[in-house]
């Protein structure tokens, strides 16, 4: 299994919502990463996760909130966004951080705020 | 600044020839180099790494080079296809040591039948 999993695909929420997206992985990876993508740019990494720890966080608003409860797993919980943080969400994983190694990278979640 | 750069425009070609992409760094030194494909509305699909010791890596119909003292690495795409069409991205790591990689804005191959 070489694949990383994303859900929801797409979702819609309120400036007022809480929502969560989930990743998952099964290939025993121990770095795992959420990226944002705005249309017709870069991915723009968030945050990284080193054996379940936060081990980089760029600066991102407390409006988004990382967990990563165990090692297959990684959310990103979503509370009081705004239009402007809607994007695809991507999340990867890696076998470590480990530059020799490559990231394998979900579908994404197309997250929409209105 | 440290800076990644890509041709914002897009690369046309005719189905059989060679695709050559380029990806130029400005003010760092990466220990090494990514190449991913992303499809529109897909997460990007790892295709290759290259080292700063390597000059070139291959595989399959795919070849990068790296050139450090002209901070650039080209990518190619031999006998190209219309199913080769994707946005191509380069990522390297620009913060020095963390080894996480950055992203350029990277380039849209359009090969035609």
């Known amino acids: 299994d070489t694949e990383v999993t994303q859900t929801p695909k797409h979702l819609v929420m309120g400036m007022t919502n809480k929502k969560s997206l989930k990743c998952e992985q099964h290939?025993?990876?121990?770095?795992m990463y959420w990226y944002k993508q705005k249309a017709k740019k870069p991915p723009e990494l968030m945050f990284v996760?080193?054996?379940?720890?936060?081990?980089i966080n760029e600066s991102v608003p407390s409006r988004f909130s990382p967990e990563c409860p165990n090692s297959s797993l990684l959310n990103l919980h979503l509370h009081a966004l705004q239009p402007e943080d809607s994007a695809l969400y991507l999340c990867?994983?890696?076998?470590?951080?480990?530059?020799?190694?490559?990231?394998?990278f979900g579908q994404g979640t197309r997250l929409t705020v209105v | 600044s440290q800076k990644i750069e890509q041709n914002s425009e897009a690369l046309n070609i005719q189905e059989g020839k060679t695709a050559t992409l380029t990806c130029n760094y400005t003010?760092?030194?990466?220990?090494?180099l990514q190449w991913y494909r992303q499809d529109p509305g897909r997460g990007p699909v790892f295709l290759l790494l290259?080292?700063?010791?390597?000059k070139e890596k291959r595989k399959e119909r795919l070849k990068v080079t790296f050139d450090t003292t002209l901070k650039q690495s080209l990518f190619h795409i031999t006998a190209s296809q219309p199913a080769d069409s994707a946005t191509y991205l380069c990522?390297?790591?620009?913060?020095?040591?963390?080894?996480?990689?950055?992203f350029g804005r990277g380039t849209s191959l359009i090969v035609h039948p």
């Open positions: 990522a390297l790591d620009i913060t020095g040591g963390s080894y996480i990689p950055t």
């Open positions: 996760y080193s054996y379940e720890k936060l081990s």
């Open positions: 990867a994983s890696s076998k470590t951080k480990d530059p020799n190694t490559e990231a394998f």
């Open positions: 003010n760092y030194s990466p220990a090494y």
């Open positions: 290259i080292r700063e010791n390597e």
């Open positions: 290939m025993g990876h121990r770095a």
